[in-house]
């Protein structure tokens, strides 16, 4: 099912109004057929009451039925009156006078008539809510059901009409469902108990499930309401965004592929697998995917460390490399994790550790961008730093192991950090739960590289063992 994804003071708005315009409306059309029409036809109730209907459209006009002037009542205006009634061509030129100034003073009630194409569901709330007013309540006539409960669902709905930019707060969204929750279940118990308990697992159902887009576009289709256009408004936005974010996301892959490499190094009987993918940013869209020192501060910290970096001297440009190993089950992550933190003095002079994640093993690091610029050199690193990986790690070797790696480096940054000057990294501890927006974009381009290039095969976003390294 297809949600629809939103921030979250638009979602508080978005499923407030689908909940005022789904269940809510389903709700009093029901009541509305059954308690109010009973077993008359739509279009025939309006016939029958057109008189005060028409007074509460011509609020200061007296009509051919009228034997004084009008009380000013007003409760519909044109647009609604004209969606119950036809007006015809006058017939009875006595029953129409105008004044002074032109203006109508008097109108024919025999040429209005009540549209026989309408049914319950071509009102809104403030619709509904008008006629109950203008048949029943402004002439003191009974009906069944607490017009109080008509009042709280139009005054969430007009509340929803008026909220700026489609935003709501959370506050005013726990507020608002609960007042209108308790209406609806109210005009559902005038209906029956029967009708009460389908609609309470709904309103249930509907607090716990995610918005489906289909249903949103439901209600957009079936609603007469003007402030469905606030839906539409949202789901146009929001898809704007996700096409923007697949093409940022397809550039990142044709990066990826144009500058993807491989090799293989082995260690004893372990053997590591690399597919290196360089990054090369060059559109401001772009740079947002991977972060620079300079703008770490802005994003997520949670997957962040902090570097001190001296003022004084020639500092060397580094860029970011991210390793992602695909670890044997017999590896103890939490322990290689305080032991890459407690040594990465020790493993500075090949790459500079920033941060270790454990769920697979992610290590972000720093290198001199002149060693990226020199593959062999490069290669040279990387077999280095593993190495002493191993050896830190205490990492039996003796074990035919395939470890699976991918580097994914970013060229562009703007690090750059004093040679052999670097004070001692501070790391900050990540919750398991936490992880920054960063990360979960490049997990998926990743993952979707991966299932590009390997197949269905690709197991984890890691690809299968390549049949033949390339040396380096």
Known sequence: ????????????????????????????????????????????????????????????????????????RGCLNKSQFLKLFDINPLTEQDHFQTGRHDEIIKDCLCRIDAKTSNDVDCMDISLMYGIIQSCFLNNRKPFHGNPKFLETIKDTRNFLAHAPCQRISKSDFDSYLAKTEKAILGIARAVGSYVTKVYKRKIDAFKINDISLNKVKEIIESSTDEVKKNLQLLIDDQQKNVAMMKQVKDELLEQLIKHKDELSIDIGNLRFDITQYNMEMTTPSRKETFITQDRMSQRNTSCSSEVKVPEEGQNPKKCRVEWRLQTPDTWNLNEIKETLEKFSGVLRPWFEIEFVHVG??????????????????????????????????????????????????????????????????????????????????????????????????CNDGIPPLYSKPMSV
């Open 360 to 457: 697979s093993l992610v290590i972000k690091t720093l290198v001199p961008k002149k060693v990226l610029d020199n593959r062999d050199q490069m290669k040279k690193s990387i077999q280095a730093f593993l190495e002493k990986i191993v050896e830190v790690c205490h990492i039996n070797t003796e074990l035919t192991t395939i470890i699976k790696v991918v580097l994914v480096v970013s060229y562009e940054s703007d690090t750059t950090v004093k040679e052999m000057e670097i004070e001692p990294v501070i790391f900050k501890q990540q919750e398991e739960s936490n992880v920054c927006e960063n990360c979960q974009q490049k997990d998926e381009i990743i993952s979707a590289l991966n299932e590009k290039i390997y197949g269905k095969y």
């Open 1 to 72: 099912m297809e949600t629809v994804p939103l921030d979250e003071d638009e979602r508080y708005y978005m499923q407030l109004l689908t909940f005022t315009l789904g269940i809510g409306m389903e709700v009093l059309h029901i009541y509305f057929e059954q308690k109010i029409l009973k077993e008359e036809e739509f279009y025939m109730f309006l016939e029958k009451n057109k008189h005060y209907l028409f007074h509460d459209f011509y609020s200061d006009v007296q009509c051919c039925k009228c034997l004084k002037n009008p009380s000013k």
